[in-house]
């Protein structure tokens, strides 16, 4: 099982809507989760961290289900420029071991 | 400010040639790393520091060596290059190994035939 999974996609869903995705990462331990967004052939680079009482930013909202072991970002009236490929990133308790997922993809279609 | 730098951009090797993939960054950051990404496979960390002079293995070390004589720059060396090694190679940094940004570079596309 990988450490971090996610949906590999492509979600294509058209200009306005909700869409949501969610990551599951497999160590309890886990400390700090974040959301990367990466552009096509470009590097990523940070969308969001994630706080255990979930946090929004503008269309954008992540919450973390420690339970469950899942995080979750949910992006709201949703833009052609929100294409990109979406990747969850979490922090083990040791520091320096820093795990990626391998992105969920997402095309808004106009 | 740069940020953080890659060169090359693009490279073509043979099997079993040697090559030094470049990092720099100018924002005075500790911690660095270097990661590939392959289709479906996501980031994976090779090598990591923590400051000059202090290196340390990541979950794909084997083939490639690091080097951190200053803050600034933090080169990966391919020592004997073999087709698995076809990746992209990206750079990061970030202030200490406990902050929660991490600063990529640009990327170095490397081909291995």
């Known amino acids: 099982r990988k450490e971090v999974e996610q949906d590999p996609g492509p979600f294509n869903v058209p200009e306005g809507a909700t869409v949501a995705f969610n990551c599951t990462y497999s160590?309890?331990?886990?400390?700090?989760f974040f959301w990367y967004r990466q552009d096509c052939r470009k590097e990523p680079k940070l969308l969001m961290s994630?706080?255990?009482s979930g946090n929004e930013d503008g269309r954008f909202t992540a919450q973390l289900n420690r339970a469950s072991q899942y995080i979750s970002l949910l992006i709201r009236d949703s833009k052609l420029s929100d294409s990109a490929t979406y990747l969850c990133?979490?922090?083990?308790?040791?520091?320096?071991?820093?795990?990626f997922g391998s992105g969920t993809r997402l095309s808004i279609r106009p | 400010n740069a940020g953080v730098t890659q060169t090359p951009k693009f490279q073509v090797l043979k099997t079993g040639q040697s090559m030094t993939l470049q990092c720099a960054q100018d924002m005075n950051h500790e911690y660095m790393s270097w990661y590939r990404q392959d289709p479906g496979m996501g980031l994976r960390l090779i090598h990591y520091?923590?400051?000059?002079?202090?290196?340390d293995q990541g979950e794909v070390p084997n083939g490639y060596n690091v080097s951190r004589s200053t803050t600034e720059d933090f080169p990966l060396r391919l020592l004997s290059a073999a087709p698995s090694q076809t990746s992209v190679y990206f750079c990061a940094s970030s202030y200490s190994n406990r902050a929660y940004e991490q600063y990529f570079g640009p990327g170095t596309r490397l081909t291995v035939t």
């Open positions: 520091s923590v400051g000059a002079g202090i290196t």
């Open positions: 994630v706080y255990s």
């Open positions: 990133v979490v922090r083990e308790s040791s520091a320096s071991k820093i795990i």
């Open positions: 160590n309890s331990a886990s400390q700090s």
